[in-house]
């Protein structure tokens, strides 16, 4: 979506203040490797996408939820920001 890529470039744009803190940062969505790989080259990311087609992930911390879009209800991953430390706890 449109959000979706201004979200991912303006982590892109940002990656050095990341990496000043010693942040890693990873996007997911549910989407296939191919548009993940897409996706990847034609913004220039600097940082990994993970592919999560099978909502595991997205299930197991609770972001894969019925969602409204458009007057329209459907499963889907909701845009969520994690922040986890270095024990790999949700912070």
Partial sequence: TPTCTTEACDFRDNIQYFNDMKVKVYGISGDSR????????KHHL???????DEFKLSNAVGIYRLKKSFGKENMGIVRTTFVIDEAGYIT
Wanted: glycine share 0%; aromatic share 20%; net charge neutral.
């Fill in 46 to 52: 600097n940082f990994d996408l993970l592919v999560d």
């Fill in 34 to 41: 191919k548009k993940h790989e897409n996706f990847f080259k």
